[in-house]
T-cell receptor, first 118, second 114 residues
Framework: GAVVSQHPSRVICKSGTSVKIECRSLDFQATTMFWYRQFPKQSLMLMATSNEGSKATYEQGVEKDKFLINHASLTLSTLTVTSAHPEDSSFYIC??????????????FGEGSWLTVV | GENVEQHPSTLSVQEGDSAVIKCTYSDSASNYFPWYKQELGKRPQLIIDIRSNVGEKKDQRIAVTLNKTAKHFSLHITETQPEDSAVYFCAATLPPFGNEKLTFGTGTRLTIIP
């Protein structure tokens, strides 16, 4: 299967600072990537759709100024949590869509990033 | 938008028995239904998927069935093993083709009892 790499896997930051999480598709080009947040023992909630070369599309209730998404290349999308607060502590996970001709698209997930804001 | 419900939230089965997890979706236009297995703190792993033009798909001990009329799909795991213990999520996507977003179910914590 395809490989999606996410970095860092764990990060601790102080309240009020910003932290950047990277999502890379290592062996395929991804025009579309997705960012999810998962609180403990809960499901994955889509935050935004990241489109290469254009602005991200945010889901309702997600603050675009707080969760900055940049999809500058076909293999890299970044999520920056700005002015982080303890309630932003969560498991953030990205996915990338691999387009397969005649077979449809398949979604592959990164390893996830544990963010702890202290 | 799409809404996906998943049942049960927890499931315990004896090793060797079968496990069934069910999901329903709200939008009849949904056309792709993957199932993911997630272990604590790790990425969801695609274990099987089905597209709307197929009613059933099987891969060794795992099978998925889709009933488009009733808008529900199910995951079947036979001959369960301890390593099957994990949280399982169903998901559904809506077209248009080329911009699918996954809407996840709430998850099922499956425990296999040795």
């Amino acid at each position: 299967g395809a490989v999606v790499s996410q970095h860092p896997s764990r990060v601790i930051c102080k309240s009020g600072t910003s932290v950047k999480i990277e999502c890379r598709s290592l062996d395929f080009q991804a025009t579309t990537m997705f960012w999810y947040r998962q609180f403990p023992k809960q499901s994955l909630m889509l935050m935004a759709t990241s489109n290469e070369g254009s602005k991200a599309t945010y889901e309702q209730g997600v603050e675009k100024d707080k969760f900055l998404i940049n999809h500058a290349s076909l293999t890299l999308s970044t999520l920056t949590v700005t002015s982080a607060h303890p309630e932003d502590s969560s498991f953030y996970i990205c996915s990338a869509r691999k387009e397969v001709v005649f077979s449809g698209n398949t979604i592959y997930f990164g390893e996830g990033s544990w963010l702890t804001v202290v | 938008g799409e809404n996906v419900e998943q049942h049960p939230s927890t499931l315990s089965v004896q090793e060797g028995d079968s496990a069934v997890i069910k999901c329903t979706y709200s939008d009849s236009a949904s056309n792709y239904f993957p199932w993911y297995k997630q272990e604590l703190g790790k990425r969801p792993q695609l274990i099987i998927d089905i597209r709307s033009n197929v009613g059933e798909k099987k891969d060794q001990r795992i099978a998925v069935t889709l009933n488009k009329t009733a808008k529900h799909f199910s995951l079947h795991i036979t001959e369960t093993q301890p390593e099957d213990s994990a949280v399982y999520f169903c998901a559904a996507t809506l077209p248009p083709f080329g911009n699918e977003k996954l809407t996840f179910g709430t998850g099922t914590r499956l425990t296999i009892i040795p």
